[in-house]
Every structure is written in structure tokens, then in C-alpha cells.
């Protein structure tokens, strides 16, 4: 079975700051994907960004961008020049290919951007 | 290009009622999930369907929910009786299944959720 983990429950940084969160995930399978989801006080689930487990590359998304290390099963979300509308819950999510795209989700980080 | 939409965006209800939840997936995605999120469990996947099949119902709780797909276009999940621990939000997302002309890294599309609250 697979875990993500998300060891840090709240964060809180000052406006334009970057900010780094952590993701740990555990798994046997070689191919999958990773994903953060970010939530914001009005509910909605909205993808920010992803990355294959066979590219080596980063993926980046304008201010957006991972640190992924495969070995480590690491995937980091860094957010540059941070903006009070980044504030929101985050959610790493793992997933493998079963016919359908299933995914396990982490317990979340609250971000919360100050002014 | 209208979203995964979901019915109703919040009910509040008796325990002991029947409570049916609705999702309506984007047209064309062929993979449809249920998610339950709470405080304390997070986002708990409930179950998923494939071309309008079950595959994985690991995730439902109890033999009180149910789920259905009649038809591509439309799922609903049902509690029956209901009871104060269901109470929760609830999400319906949807995504385009693997296939030799779709990529297989497509997302999921979240609906908005159906906050439930039993009393």
C-alpha cells in the first residue's frame, strides 16, 4: 500500500517570501505520479502542480516548482515570491495507474501568507 | 467548459434519514471518485469507478453507503440511515482513464464538495 506523508501541519510566512513543503511518500511501485493540490478557504480542489516518476526534470509552474528525489521518495513544493492568496491547505498526492488514476493523499499543510 | 459538478453544496439532515449526494463528472472523463474528507482522517478516498464500473469500493466505510454510476454522465452516493460520524465533506472528481490516445498523467477535476452535516 501506499503513504504520503506530510510532516508539517501549519506554516506561516510573510508575504514575498519563499516558502518550502515537505512530502515523503512510500511505495514499491516504479511508475507513478505526484501531485500538490492546493485548497482554499472556499473548498475547491485546484491542482498546482505535477510531475511523472520517470522524468528527471522538476516540474515547474510559474511560481511554483518541486524538488523531487526519487531514491529519497521526496517531493518538495517550493513557492517563490509568495502572495496572500497562496494561503490555503496543500495537499501532496501519489498516484498509480489501475485502469483509473488512483491517488492517496497526505494530511495537508496550512500555508497561511502574511501581509 | 462546465467543471465537475456536484448537488447539493450543503445538507444538513436528521440521523436516521437517507442522504443521497449527486456528481455529474466531466463529459468525456471516464473515471469517476468519491472522496470523503474530515478533520481528522483527511482525504479518504471512497471509492472509484471506470467506464461507469465499480473497481475499487475498498474505501467505503460501511454496508450504509452505497454507490452508483447509472450512466457516464452521472454518480450518486447514498448514506442510508445516516448518522452523526458521517459528517464531513464530500468530493466528487472525475478524470480521463489511460488509454492508447490519452496520456496517462491527467488529473483529477474536483468538484466543489457537499458539506454534510447529521444532527
Known amino acids: 500500500a501506499q503513504t504520503v506523508t506530510q510532516s508539517q501541519p501549519e506554516m506561516s510566512v510573510q508575504e514575498a517570501e519563499t516558502v518550502t513543503l515537505s512530502c515523503t511518500y512510500d511505495t514499491s511501485e516504479n511508475n507513478y505520479y505526484l501531485f500538490w493540490y492546493k485548497q482554499p478557504p472556499s473548498r475547491q480542489m485546484i491542482l498546482v502542480i505535477r510531475?511523472?516518476?520517470?522524468?528527471?526534470q522538476n516540474a515547474t509552474e510559474n511560481r511554483f516548482s518541486v524538488n523531487f528525489q526519487k531514491a529519497a521518495k521526496s517531493f518538495s513544493l517550493k513557492i517563490s515570491d509568495s502572495q496572500l492568496g497562496d494561503t490555503a491547505m496543500y495537499f501532496c498526492a501519489f498516484g498509480i495507474i489501475q485502469g483509473a488514476q488512483k491517488l492517496v493523499f497526505g494530511q495537508g499543510t496550512r500555508l497561511t501568507i502574511n501581509p | 467548459d462546465a467543471g465537475v459538478i456536484q448537488s447539493p453544496r450543503h445538507e444538513v439532515t436528521e440521523m436516521g434519514q437517507e442522504v443521497t449526494l449527486r456528481c455529474k463528472p466531466i463529459?468525456?472523463?471516464?473515471?469517476l471518485f468519491w472522496y470523503r474528507q474530515t478533520m481528522m482522517r483527511g482525504l479518504e478516498l471512497l471509492i472509484y469507478f471506470n467506464n461507469n464500473v465499480p473497481i475499487d469500493d475498498s474505501g467505503m466505510p460501511e454496508d450504509r453507503f452505497s454507490a452508483k454510476m447509472p450512466n457516464a454522465s452521472f454518480s450518486t452516493l447514498k448514506i442510508q440511515p445516516s448518522e452523526p460520524r458521517d459528517s464531513a465533506v464530500y468530493f466528487c472528481?472525475?478524470?480521463?482513464?489511460?488509454?492508447?490516445?490519452?496520456?496517462?498523467?491527467?488529473?483529477?477535476?474536483f468538484g466543489d464538495g457537499t458539506r454534510l452535516s447529521i444532527l
Open positions: 510531475q511523472e516518476a520517470y522524468k528527471q
Open positions: 472528481a472525475s478524470s480521463p482513464s489511460k488509454t492508447a490516445h490519452t496520456s496517462s498523467n491527467q488529473p483529477q477535476h
Open positions: 463529459s468525456g472523463h471516464n473515471s
